[in-house]
């Protein structure tokens, strides 16, 4: 029996890893910018333990053609998955810290009692041509134990520099755990070495019971923190955004969601309530044509305003769809630039699982056009099981 | 009377229907009533214990074996399973490294030893995680978060972690948080380019932009955002560095012409002034020294230097307390404070 549950274990291992390479091409057109984008996606498995990835588009702009990686990437992990690495253009997200675009390595190892090693070193990703940056080259790394099927906790640190001068010095904690089957609890804390100080704190307890997940939820952030300890901006001290609150979300019927957010903003002197409520109706058991409605109260001192948003998708035959979207913002000064901000789109999908195409009409009043219409187009084909 | 009564009963049943508290159309399977009339279920999923066996359900014939006048011509299982078992069956073969005759034996051909709760209807005929790991050491692969040993191409899965990291609520929101110590486990099923889509310092256009067809994708700045960004921005100050360059502002800003023009300045009257009560710059620079940043960062800083050196008419922007472990001679200390002069 042990040899047959081998052999099965290597004949399903050398199936996952025999991935056929995926391909996704995407054209979208716009009336308003980007005007045209073509997007072409790419990965696949080259080989036993390794996995490429690349995506890259260009575009037309007010007549300026333009093109970028947004991410090339190679990975690469050891039969057992203990040690794994990274080459290219990708995103690094490490613990607490801030996720950065680089162009760079990364490497992780997982160490005897629970314990993980990981690293990076990269250059920053900068759009086009630009040489605009604040940083030069940046390196971190974090060290994590985990606390069996319960979660981890992990240390993080990183410092970016420009031309050797310390921009950024920043130390994270992670932790995350699962209480229970019912109970999650997450935060991360970020300080700032190089301006001695918090940069951020999020918080986030949830708890499920039946239908009804309920989860609270804190953050703190000293927006000075944030930029590069060489800009005179950094200098001005902390003045923390602050925000808090419970989100419900309850399943009260088969087809039906309700969300309710209640929470409250701080900045400076400024504390506001902030309220969203949402509805979700899907109208069939697979939720392919469905209904959203959701109103919401936001923002602070003189910032506040109140939103309605709603949606529709309806399937129809022959593999299309009907969706619509639309949104109305009231803001309570309107300093001059409107005092309803409406916005809507109504589209027709058309998707076989091979192509994509849809077409829209988007309309809009806002503060930067008085009274705006576009027409969107797009066309996507899929290769492999993308 | 009696017609008012009937409308609130027709109305009632509508809504159970719409709700999915009456179902209409495919009804889940009578697993129940056939394992209570003693059909075994190899009876009817034919060849299931024998290897290879892939995941299958049963076709018409196996139905009319016992049901031999079927009442319509139509495929049993169009009216006879839920449509949710059907599609978690199709992404289950696709993706799932699975061997019912491998498990035939130890289960000494109890099938409800891991269906557990099949009696109660098919909605799930897929057993959760948890009954696997009942039998299956996976320390292994969970330290080495090696989710391929049972999982074949997470990535193009529609799956969500069933109960912890679990994708509902404000997910959007509470992602970051609980990214944070489980960022290997979101590569199980995520790729590079789906944290890029939204973090990448080159993405093009936003996925709610690049899908506009898809009013219920999770995406950031969703809808009307362009009217009401700087609402949004000014209410959390910073956020939006965690995924644009502070100058993203101004590029967007100058090539819109909202900012960039020399001759006349974007802030309210009041701004800057010779009286306190004429420098709202000072206190909205505070709160927000990121929105500052994006014009004034750079060469731009010269503006502030002009008053805020030492000795200078602004007087010092350091809050009390304020420290840093810069040495004067390093930027951005220098700006003000001239090398060789007392601080």
């Known amino acids: ?386 | 009377m009696r017609r008012r009564a009937l409308v609130i009963c027709l109305a009632l049943t509508a809504c159970a229907g719409v709700l999915g508290l009456s179902r209409s159309g495919p009804q889940p399977f009578p697993h129940r009533k056939h394992a209570t009339a003693g059909i075994a279920c190899t009876r009817c999923h034919v060849g299931i214990d024998a290897s290879p066996s892939t995941l299958h359900l049963p076709d018409d014939t196996a139905c009319t074996t016992c049901h031999t006048k079927p009442h319509n011509q139509g495929a049993c299982l169009g009216c006879h399973a839920a449509p949710g078992a059907l599609a978690e069956l199709a992404e289950a073969r696709d993706h799932l490294v699975f061997d019912h005759a491998v498990h035939a034996a130890p289960s000494r051909g109890d099938c409800m030893r891991c269906h557990v709760g099949i009696a109660d209807g098919d909605d799930h005929l897929r057993p959760p995680m948890a009954t696997c790991f009942r039998c299956h050491d996976h320390d292994a692969a969970r330290d080495a978060r090696r989710c391929d040993a049972c999982h074949r191409g997470l990535e193009d899965t529609r799956l969500l972690p069933q109960s912890h990291l679990a994708h509902d609520g404000d997910w959007m929101r509470e992602h970051g948080t609980r990214a944070a110590a489980s960022g290997d486990s979101c590569q199980s099923c995520h790729r590079e380019s789906f944290c890029a889509d939204c973090h990448g310092k080159t993405a093009p256009a936003l996925p709610a932009t690049r899908r506009f067809a898809d009013p219920f994708g999770a995406s950031v700045h969703r809808a009307g955002f362009t009217a009401r960004h700087s609402l949004e921005a000014r209410a959390e100050p910073g956020a939006c560095t965690t995924c644009h360059s502070p100058d993203r502002c101004a590029a967007c800003h100058t090539s819109r012409g909202v900012a960039g023009d020399q001759r006349r300045s974007p802030h309210p009257p009041g701004w800057v002034g010779p009286a306190a009560a004429d420098n709202e710059h000072g206190r909205q620079a505070r709160r927000d020294p990121v929105a500052c940043a994006s014009c004034h960062d750079g060469a731009g800083q010269s503006l502030c230097v002009g008053c805020h050196k030492v000795g200078g008419v602004g007087g010092t922007p350091h809050p009390p307390g304020w420290s840093s472990r810069l040495p004067m001679g390093a930027l951005p200390c220098r700006l003000c404070h001239t090398p060789g002069r007392s601080p």
């Open chain 1, 1 to 386: 029996m042990r040899r047959l549950l081998a052999v099965a274990a290597v004949a399903a291992a050398s199936r996952a890893d025999a991935d056929p390479l995926r391909l996704r091409a995407d054209a979208l057109s716009t009336t308003a910018a980007p005007a045209g984008l073509l997007t072409l996606e790419a990965d696949g498995s080259p080989g036993p333990g390794l996995a490429a990835e690349a995506v890259v588009w260009t575009g037309s702009l007010a007549d300026q053609a333009r093109g970028d990686v947004l991410v090339i990437a190679l990975r690469a992990h050891t039969a057992d998955g203990r040690a794994s690495g990274r080459i290219g253009r990708f995103v690094e997200s490490l613990g607490a810290l801030r996720p950065i675009h680089v162009d760079g390595a990364a490497g992780r190892v997982y160490l005897p009692l629970q314990l993980a090693v990981e690293a990076y070193a990269g250059v920053p990703v900068v759009p086009g041509l630009a040489t605009a940056r604040a940083w030069s080259w940046a390196t971190g790394g974090r060290i994590a134990r985990g606390l069996g099927d319960a979660g981890s906790i992990g240390v993080a640190y990183t410092q970016q520099r420009d031309d050797g001068r310390l921009t950024s010095e920043e130390l994270g904690i992670d932790a995350g755990t699962a209480l229970g089957k019912s109970d999650d609890l997450g935060a991360k804390l970020a300080y700032d070495l190089a301006n001695p100080g918090i940069a951020e704190v999020t918080a986030s307890a949830s708890h499920r019971s039946g239908a009804l997940r309920s989860e609270l939820y804190v953050s703190h952030r000293a927006a000075s923190h944030l930029l590069p300890a060489t800009s005179l901006f950094s200098v001005l001290g902390d003045v923390p955004a602050e925000r808090a609150g419970a989100v419900a979300t309850w399943r009260c019927a088969p087809r039906l969601d309700l969300v309710a957010d209640l929470g409250a903003r701080r900045v400076d002197r400024d504390v506001a309530p902030e309220l969203v409520v949402r509805a979700r109706l899907r109208l069939d058991d697979l939720g392919t044509s469905a209904l959203t409605g959701e109103l919401r109260r936001d923002g602070v001192g003189s910032d506040m305003w109140t939103g309605a948003r709603g949606a529709a998708r309806i399937a129809l035959p022959h593999a299309l769809a009907v969706t619509t979207e639309l949104e109305l913002v009231i803001p309570d000064h309107d300093r001059g630039l409107g005092a309803v901000w409406p916005w809507g789109l109504a589209a027709l999908a058309w998707d076989d699982g091979t192509w994509q195409a849809a077409v829209a009409v988007e309309a809009s009043a806002s503060p930067q056009d008085r009274r705006r219409v576009d027409v969107l187009g797009q066309l996507s084909r899929r290769w492999g099981s993308r």
